[in-house]
């Protein structure tokens, strides 16, 4: 099946620096690839949407200065959380996407990396 | 606006039968998915719907009615690892995932 890991699981840093997460679809190229973020029981929310080559799609409310993302290949985009605080801390989790004409428009995700700011 | 209704929380007995429901309002419909998420993990897929009817997939269901705007999902046998939010997702007209809030599903022996 369609895998994607994402790097690192988690990480703690001291407010200011940044945060580099990457996200890697295994066995198959994702054209898009998409970032979500996620509270203590909230539900996902969309941050941006990254297609292969071009620059991402942010959702409203979503800073790009602060959370650049780059999807330089088929198979790695990276989202850099720049002088993260401590309200940054939070769930992210990456997915892709196979093709949008298929059968099933299925997503699939990585395992999330948690971040936590101090 | 785009709006995903499902309830916040259930509660169900081991063995037994539920059913979470989902309401949506989207612009333009490409499907429907039901995702599976265990506390501090990511989501993992369970079913996808876009055509009316009712698909099993072993002790899972998923259930969708298009014109009406809903689905459900139907989960047999309940055991104490189906503990578990269950999220709904409406793939809209621009083939975006719009993302209910969950629903808590607790299994109590």
């Known amino acids: 099946g369609a895998v994607v890991s994402q790097h690192p699981s988690w990480v703690i840093c001291k407010s200011g620096t940044s945060v580099k997460i990457e996200c890697r679809s295994l066995?198959?190229?994702?054209?898009?690839m998409f970032w979500y973020r996620q509270f203590p029981k909230q539900s996902l929310m969309l941050m941006a949407t990254?297609?292969?080559?071009?620059?991402?799609?942010?959702e409203q409310g979503v800073e790009k200065d602060k959370f650049l993302i780059n999807h330089a290949s088929l198979t790695l985009s990276t989202l850099t959380v720049t002088s993260a605080h401590p309200e940054d801390s939070s769930f992210y989790i990456c997915?892709?996407?196979?093709?949008?004409?298929?059968?099933?428009?299925?997503?699939?995700f990585g395992p999330g990396t948690r971040l936590t700011v101090l | 606006g785009q709006n995903i209704d499902q309830p916040t929380e259930m509660t169900a007995t081991e063995g037994a039968i539920v059913q979470i429901n989902c309401t949506y309002q989207?612009?333009?419909?490409?499907?429907l998915f039901w995702y599976q998420q265990h506390a501090g993990e990511a989501p993992t897929f369970l079913s996808y719907?876009?055509l009316d009817g009712l698909e099993e997939k072993g002790r899972f269901s998923s259930f969708l009615s298009r014109s009406k705007g809903y689905s459900y999902l139907l989960l047999k046998e309940l055991q104490m690892k189906d503990s578990a939010s269950y999220l709904c997702?409406?793939?809209?007209?621009?083939?975006?995932?719009?993302w209910g809030a969950g629903t808590k599903l607790i299994i109590k022996p």
């Open positions: 066995d198959f190229q994702a054209t898009t």
């Open positions: 989207t612009s333009g419909f490409n499907g």
């Open positions: 719907n876009v």
């Open positions: 997702a409406v793939l809209d007209s621009n083939y975006q995932l719009i």
């Open positions: 997915s892709a996407r196979l093709l949008r004409s298929s059968e099933s428009n299925e997503q699939f």
């Open positions: 990254s297609n292969e080559g071009s620059k991402a799609t942010y």
